[in-house]
């Protein structure tokens, strides 16, 4: 008999009665809330192989019955709040092949006896309070394929039976305190795909035998104490895709051989004393998307390292001996999220062109001897800043900014203010007098070689009964096979036109258009995005009201929404922590807006994970406006309860009043959903109570544990940074949540490594931030 009650929101204490199935194999609880002790009765289960109850709250010791369960494979009660010891009895489970006690608060050491477990190929005993050193008695695990004893605080040196494990492909002891050398025998381990021993005492250098793991995609030797030159033998680990060597002492120049690493993605070589240049022939790396070299003592022109990075995302140089001056060349650097150039001896004017770069996010020039467009100096000790936006020169088309709308002048705003109001009004009457298809277009002159039916882009140049028809047979009559989802109101079908264009109609059925409250929901959404544009915010093509139909039409969203992915293992997996992290940061641009960009100001009542949707790339747009609403500065702006249960500011339930303040509490709870990878629900109601038990609780234990984790400092960062401000959005009191534009400003400012591991950070020390990141500034009441 198999159970499988995983991925629910049960909650309460493990049932004791479960001792009465007997022929039970296979029990898996994992993903829940259940609190409380393991009851004794789950060692009844003698014929018991898998025991999976991971990602919950289960609290008190390890069972010592546990041992009766003679036939157990696989027991995993990773992500709980276990404490104690690790009981002998354990390894009296000689059956076993996979054993998993991370992400609890198990301390004490690790027994002689783990030796006994003789079958074991993956042991994870990562992120708890072990102690002392790593027993020899491990060198009988022979089969072993995967060993985690990160973050924990075993000291010793790195036992050399470790390189008897000769099929072992993950070797993960980061943030420790191991002492010593690198063993040399750890060359041993052809099979290495992942070895990971950052954040530990290692010294010395670093021994040639491990440039022979030449299958090694994964190598983190960062915050160590290893000296010397790194050795050009680095070239011959052709499979490496991520390589972390920071904050160590290592000297002398870049090897040129590093322009073998053909797979390599990251590379962080960042707080060290090397020398040099960057060799050119880093441009062979044609995967590279992330490069920090920041802090040593790199002194080379600017240009050429800049001009050969084509695929770089991120990328930092800050605190080197970097020279010359930039051109033009800056916009060939299309794919550039995050530059950090501060700190070094770079001079000139800085090139309009930055303005150029559509999806960079952050800019960091200060302390150099640069010069704004108009010869104005930069503001030192500050992300660049000049009296005048930078404006991308006309022979380069500009693209529109993925971050917040570009600044203009008080006169200009009001003209286009006035002019959307304009356009708005006579749409809107449009919309509500005629009794055809009218569809809002980027074009007014008629797109050349457009065919009689006509692209939906263009058919305002055309009668929009042909436009009607078009959609008709896209959909074959809304025929329920196109159909892709429900919203609050209407479906969502999703339309290929004669175009080829896809596009997705929410589509009112006749019995709702005929409520006076859907048809009031539908006139809002239009007119609320016909007054709005914004490059996160879902973009309305056109919209058809008449006897027969009532449906808007928007760009196609092809990953759905967030809320699905979170609720699919496989997309969970594939949104990783950079693409969480990006979509937070679209929705918070979107949002600020909405807030401080529009007059007057949108709130939109309803921000959820299912309104929050994403295109193939993972960017996150915001959409289903049927509750928003203008806020006027005239009227109290109270209303009927709008939004959805689980997002709701609290103080709406008294208080009955729209504010902006509404929507930044419903982000917070979008924040952690994205985070943790299912609505935060109890959580919440703990969160507000401020227990000294969810303060002691680690960042760690809450975040989704379906991704892999974060493997650099810059999205550890991000994430403490996120969090932080999901906290604050989540304040009880009104006036002491952020603005929307102040967590749009944190998140836009530049990055750092944190003060302390990512794997000791406390809720607590999120909930009341002071220097878990070394530069974020306390601006959040």
């Not at 994870?124 to 394929?145: H, V, Y």
């Not at 992300?383 to 200009?412: A, E, G, R, W, Y």
């Not at 994205?674 to 038990?693: A, D």
Request: proline share 6%; hydrophobic share 40%; with cysteine.
């Amino acid at each position: 008999m198999v159970f499988d009650l995983s991925y629910n929101n049960l909650y309460g204490s493990i049932p004791r009665e479960l001792g009465s199935l007997k022929n039970l194999i296979a029990l898996n609880f994992s993903y829940n809330y259940f609190s409380g002790p393991i009851p004794s009765t789950i060692a009844l289960f003698s014929n018991l192989t898998h025991l999976h109850m991971s990602s919950n709250q289960i609290n008190g010791s390890i069972p010592i019955d546990l041992r009766k369960l003679k036939n157990m494979v696989s027991l995993d009660l990773s992500y709980n709040s276990l404490q104690g010891q690790l009981p002998s009895s354990i390894f009296q489970l000689n059956r076993l092949t996979s054993l998993s006690f991370s992400y609890n608060k198990i301390n004490g050491s690790i027994p002689p006896a783990l030796g006994d477990l003789t079958n074991l190929v993956e042991l994870d005993l990562s992120q708890n309070q072990l102690i002392g050193c790593i027993p020899l008695e491990i060198a009988n695990l022979k089969n072993f394929t995967f060993l985690d004893l990160s973050s924990n605080n075993l000291s010793c040196p790195i036992p050399l039976t470790v390189a008897l494990f000769s099929n072992l492909t993950h070797l993960h002891m980061s943030s420790n305190q191991i002492n010593g050398s690198i063993p040399i025998d750890l060359g041993k381990l052809k099979n290495m795909v992942s070895l990971d021993l950052s954040y530990n005492s290692l010294q010395g250098q670093l021994p040639s035998s491990i440039f022979q793991l030449n299958r090694l995609t994964s190598l983190s030797f960062s915050h160590n104490k290893i000296n010397g030159s790194i050795p050009p033998a680095l070239g011959d680990l052709t499979n490496l895709v991520e390589l972390d060597l920071s904050s160590n002492e290592f000297d002398g120049p870049l090897p040129l051989e590093i322009r073998k690493l053909r797979n390599l993605e990251s590379l962080v070589l960042s707080q060290n004393q090397l020398i040099g240049c960057i060799p050119l022939e880093i441009s062979n790396l044609k995967n590279l998307t992330f490069l920090d070299v920041s802090s040593n003592n790199l002194s080379c022109p600017i240009m050429p390292i800049l001009t050969v990075l084509q695929s770089i995302e991120v990328l930092s140089l800050g605190s080197n001996r970097i020279y010359g001056s930039m051109d033009s060349n800056i916009v060939k650097l299309r794919k550039l999220t995050f530059l950090d150039l501060s700190h070094n001896n770079i001079s000139g004017i800085i090139p309009s062109e930055f303005a150029c770069l559509s999806i960079l996010e952050s800019l960091d020039l200060s302390y150099n001897s640069l010069k704004g467009p108009t010869g104005e100096e930069p503001v030192e000790g500050d992300i660049i800043s000049f009296n005048h936006p930078l404006q991308c020169p006309k022979s380069t088309p500009p693209t529109p900014s993925p971050s917040l709308p570009p600044k203009s002048t008080p006169q200009v705003a009001i003209i286009i203010c006035i002019v959307l109001a304009f356009f708005a009004f006579c749409l809107i009457n449009l919309f509500l007098l005629a009794d055809k298809c009218h569809f809002k277009t980027r074009q007014v002159q008629p797109t050349k070689g457009a065919s009689k039916n006509g692209d939906i882009l263009s058919v305002w140049n055309y009668d929009g009964k042909i436009a009607f028809e078009d959609i008709l047979k896209a959909t074959e009559d809304f025929d329920i096979r196109y159909c892709v989802g429900t919203g609050g109101y209407g479906s969502v079908y999703r339309a290929q036109l004669p175009s080829g264009k896809v596009v997705a109609l929410k589509k009112l059925h006749s019995s709702e258009a005929e409520e006076v409250s859907f048809r009031k929901s539908f006139e809002n959404e239009v007119e609320t995005l016909t007054k709005i544009r914004h490059k996160n915010i879902i973009r309305l093509y056109g919209f058809c009201l008449n006897k027969r139909s009532m449906f808007l039409i928007y760009e196609y969203m092809e990953r759905g929404s967030l809320f699905c992915v979170l609720s699919d293992d496989l997309e969970a997996v594939e949104l990783d922590w950079s693409k969480r992290i990006n979509v937070i940061k679209d929705i918070a641009y979107a949002l600020s807006y909405m807030h401080h960009d529009c007059t007057p100001p949108i709130v939109h009542r309803d921000v959820k994970s299912t309104n929050i949707l994403l295109n193939s790339e993972f960017e996150a747009f915001v959409s289903d406006y049927g509750t928003a609403r203008l806020l006027d500065p005239d009227t109290s702006n109270r209303t009927m309860i709008a939004g959805t249960y689980g997002y709701i500011a609290p103080e709406f339930a008294y208080t009955m009043a729209i504010t902006e303040k509404c929507d930044v509490y419903s982000f917070g709870v979008v924040v952690l959903e994205t985070l943790m990878g299912k609505h935060p629900g109890e959580f919440l109601s703990s969160l507000s109570s401020s227990s000294s038990s969810i303060q002691n609780m680690l960042l760690t234990e809450i975040i989704d544990h379906r991704p892999s984790p974060p493997r650099n400092g810059i999205v550890e960062s991000d994430i403490v940074l996120i969090t932080t401000l999901g906290f604050a959005c989540l304040n009880a009191k009104p006036m002491n949540r952020p603005t929307m534009k102040l967590v749009s400003q944190q998140l836009l400012a530049r990055k750092r490594l944190l003060a302390k591991r990512f794997s000791d950070i406390s809720l607590g020390q999120l909930m009341f931030p002071d220097e878990i990141l070394l530069d974020i500034e306390n601006k959040i009441s």
